[in-house]
């Protein structure tokens, strides 16, 4: 990969990031869902992996905006929460604390997403890209919300099974 040497760089090395990051998470929330037992969650998780493909539609508006190809690089952070969470779920043998693993694992990924499409949102308009920041504010906005929502359904009914 070349060297990063000005915001510009910066920004297409975080949304090459987050492009293959979306991909990874759509997976890995599909997975999840299919290991949940409370229907709010897999609801909630089906729900989740749908926005990613917005979220990818407007990566790659984003791509085009700035005349680049839309491609990923591997995240190394998101490869490291995804197998966590993996390691997680094969540990936790009672369904009510594996939801609540879920949850956990689930909002580590949207954590991570929250801190980068927050960052390229700024570096964007930093660098004049107005309409390019108001695509990644969107998706920022969607990983809050459903961040929010998982948040509720913890802590209203899984964590108290869980316990």
Do not use: P, W
Request: aromatic share 4%.
């Amino acid at each position: 990969m070349a060297q990063i040497i000005d915001l510009r760089g910066l920004l297409l090395h975080g949304l090459k990031d987050m492009y293959y990051a979306e991909k990874q998470s759509k997976k890995a929330l599909s997975d999840m869902a299919g290991k949940a037992s409370n229907d709010d969650l897999k609801k909630q998780l089906k729900e989740h992996g749908s926005h990613s493909d917005e979220h990818l539609k407007r990566l790659e508006k984003v791509f085009d905006m700035l005349g680049e190809k839309a491609e990923g690089v591997t995240c190394e952070a998101m490869d490291g929460i995804l197998k966590e969470a993996r390691h997680l779920m094969d540990e936790v043998s009672d369904d009510a604390t594996r939801d609540a693993a879920i949850v956990f694992s689930a909002q580590a990924i949207d954590h991570y997403e929250i801190t980068r499409y927050g960052s390229l949102a700024t570096f964007a308009e930093r660098l004049g890209h107005q309409e390019a920041s108001d695509l990644l504010g969107d998706s920022l906005g969607e990983e809050e919300e459903a961040d929010e929502r998982l948040s509720q359904l913890a802590e209203s009914v899984l964590n108290q099974k869980a316990a």
